[in-house]
């Protein structure tokens, strides 16, 4: 892209990182945060639940397998609100009590480093 006044490269950048961060929201949270993986997670999925090891603390969490549904479905990129639904629906649990604790779990995995609600994390 060539330009006279040289800016055309610049707004052509930035209108591509503008639809990177609009098309990584939409695949975020019910609140609108994208939610990003750490680099530094290690999760063993095991039948009765997951294994976590957060690679450079040392930290280690596990979880039941609600827990595990709950990782699998931040692997495949399902907000909060989708995977909740799932659990609800499949577990034949209440749909505001699997948010509250689905909330707390991510919180969860946000304060140990697995996770985190903001781009560029």
């Known amino acids: 892209?060539?330009?006279?006044?040289?800016?055309?490269?610049?707004?052509?950048?930035?209108?591509?990182?503008?639809?990177?961060?609009?098309?990584?929201?939409?695949?975020?949270?019910?609140e609108g945060n994208a939610i990003v993986i750490s680099s530094d997670a290690r999760v063993s999925l095991v039948r009765d639940g997951a294994v976590f090891l957060h690679s450079r603390s040392?930290?280690?969490?596990?979880?039941?397998?609600?827990?595990?549904?709950?990782?699998?479905?931040?692997?495949?990129?399902?907000?909060?609100?989708?995977?909740?639904?799932?659990?609800?629906?499949?577990?034949?649990i209440p749909h505001d009590l699997v948010r509250r604790d689905t909330q707390d779990f991510v919180g969860e995995l946000e304060?140990?480093?697995?996770l985190c609600r903001r781009i560029g994390c």
């Open 111 to 114: 304060t140990q480093g697995f």
């Open 58 to 92: 040392g930290i280690v969490f596990t979880s039941n397998h609600i827990g595990a549904r709950i990782w699998q479905g931040l692997l495949d990129r399902e907000g909060v609100e989708a995977i909740v639904a799932r659990i609800s629906r499949e577990a034949g």
């Open 1 to 30: 892209m060539e330009s006279e006044n040289g800016y055309d490269m610049i707004d052509y950048l930035a209108r591509i990182w503008d639809r990177a961060r609009r098309t990584q929201q939409r695949r975020g949270t019910s």
